[in-house]
């Protein structure tokens, strides 16, 4: 089971640190994605680490966000700095455990592929909301 937390209202140039608890497993063989979606607008995917501590980023939020994880906690956390109106949307973070062979016609694993493709056979969070607005 994962659970988000920590989305809200925060005005443009803001910041907000984004938590994915994740319960009913240990997390170390997972690859964890944050994926976001707008109003009116496909999911895309924003930022995923493997769990290697391999990292992917969404271009348009380089160098603002920063993913993390601590496995102890069986935590991921997501660093939102200088926040821009169109970040707002849903924030889901989800899961493939990467000790698990994707079938085909799956492409094998990266954490490209999972971020740009979504996770194969993921589990979901509920979603928070993160609203950016003055």
């Known amino acids: 089971q994962l659970v988000e937390s920590g989305g809200g209202l925060v005005q443009p140039g803001g910041s907000l640190r984004l938590s994915c608890s994740i319960s009913g497993t240990t997390s170390d063989t997972y690859a964890i994605g944050w994926f976001r979606q707008a109003p009116g607008k496909r999911r895309e995917g924003v930022s995923c680490?493997?769990?290697?501590?391999?990292?992917y980023y969404k271009e348009s939020v380089k160098g603002r966000f920063s993913v993390s994880r601590d496995n102890a906690k069986n935590t991921v956390y997501l660093n939102m700095n200088r926040l821009k109106p169109e970040d707002t949307g849903v924030y889901y973070c989800?899961?493939?455990?990467?000790?698990?062979?994707?079938?085909?016609?799956?492409?094998?694993?990266?954490?490209?592929?999972?971020?740009?493709?979504?996770?194969?056979?993921?589990?979901w969070g509920q979603g928070t909301q993160v609203t950016v607005s003055s």
């Open positions: 989800a899961a493939e455990d990467q000790a698990t062979p994707r079938p085909p016609p799956f492409l094998l694993f990266t954490i490209e592929n999972m971020c740009t493709l979504e996770p194969v056979r993921g589990s």
């Open positions: 680490i493997s769990k290697d501590h391999d990292t």
